[in-house]
């Protein structure tokens, strides 16, 4: 394992302050030059993916459950992680490097400084469980080495359960970036966004990071962010995104960020396995699955994953209370869950109606 002694860089909020040194890893060959580290990467026999993640502290577990899912299902690529981890300690990071280094892949962790940050919007509606990390995903392209031109960036809320390959394959014709439209959305008029189809889920992204540079993205989105706070104070760093990336991004399928709306109800329990076969990306957007009251359908399978994790209690489910309103909403879509997990009572239902009727 490489010692945490490894210079690593900070980054602050304004991207052309932005500096960064990731640790000597598994696979990589680091040059010194005028005074930072540049990456060479030695490519081996199997495909590498550049994958950025972002996370705090409160966030340690899912980390940890999303990173099984991706070794389980990528035996044949090279992950190559790119890290922003806030608040978590060198021990940590350490047992994240050997993790990572077991599995064939290598990991570069970053410092951001939280200077300016802090001072922007969070989400104000009542799902709330996010800090400032979200608007980490802004930096990243300013953060990896010059050799990775395609960035793959996935929220921690997620699970890998396909081949990540057939994702970074994709041909983004010249679009800084490719997302999945948001079906939680109702058309976004008040940015300028007038079809529901054309406002994306910004929990994946598939970066074309020289296109995204070039553009400005990340600066135009702070300038939006800073100024207009009230504008996009529900799903700040998403709805400021959106904006900037008006028409000018790669519409991918769903099976790249499965959100709870994309899985149909009439698939029943006993057609998971055949359904996930043609998914990538599960992202449990919404209530999450380590909370009671998570609506996601696939829900069941976090906990899967998190058993096969480093730390297994990431599996416990914490009960939530919920107000009469809330809980008779939740029942009502776990009688309908059961309804459709259950195709033969379906049936004895369509004929006592045939009867009745």
């Not at 302050?17 to 005028?34: D, I, Q, T």
């Not at 960020?257 to 919404?286: C, D, S, T, W």
């Amino acid at each position: 394992m490489w010692g945490r002694g490894a210079p690593r860089g900070r980054c602050e909020a304004e991207p052309s302050a932005v500096k960064a040194v990731a640790a000597p890893s598994k696979g990589s060959l680091y040059l010194w030059a005028e005074g930072r580290f540049e990456a060479a990467r030695v490519r081996m026999a199997h495909r590498t993916i550049d994958l950025a993640l972002a996370f705090d502290a409160g966030y340690v577990l899912p980390f940890h459950v999303l990173l099984t899912s991706v070794f389980a299902n990528n035996p044949n690529s090279n992950i190559a992680l790119h890290l922003i981890a806030t608040g978590v300690s060198e021990a940590e990071k350490a047992a994240i490097r050997g993790l990572v280094e077991a599995h064939g892949g290598s990991t570069a962790f970053y410092d951001v400084s939280r200077n300016g940050i802090e001072d922007f919007v969070l989400p104000d509606h009542e799902e709330n469980y996010l800090s400032v990390a979200i608007y980490y995903r802004l930096f990243f392209p300013f953060l990896v080495a010059e050799q990775v031109k395609k960035l793959l960036y996935i929220d921690v809320d997620a699970l890998v359960v396909g081949d990540l390959a057939t994702l970074f394959a994709v041909d983004l014709q010249g679009r800084p970036a490719g997302a999945v439209t948001d079906t939680d959305m109702p058309v976004r008029t008040d940015l300028g966004i007038h079809s529901a189809e054309d406002y994306f889920n910004s929990g994946m992204l598939l970066m074309d990071v020289p296109a995204w540079k070039k553009q400005q993205i990340t600066e135009r989105a702070l300038v939006i962010i800073k100024n207009e706070p009230e504008r996009i104070k529900r799903y700040p760093d998403q709805d400021a995104l959106n904006m900037v990336l008006k028409d000018n991004w790669h519409r991918l399928p769903p099976k790249f960020n499965l959100m709870r709306r994309y899985v149909p109800n009439e698939v029943p329990k006993r057609g998971f396995e055949a359904f996930l076969k043609e998914q990538v990306i599960i992202h449990y957007n919404g209530k999450k699955p380590w909370f009671s009251d998570c609506e996601h359908r696939l829900r069941q399978l976090y906990q899967h994953y998190a058993r096969l994790s480093p730390h297994p209690e990431a599996a416990r489910i914490t009960q939530v209370k919920l107000l009469k309103e809330k809980r008779n909403k939740l029942f009502r879509s776990r009688v309908v869950e059961f309804y459709f997990d259950h195709p033969e009572l379906v049936t004895v239902w369509r004929r006592l109606k045939a009867l009745v009727g």
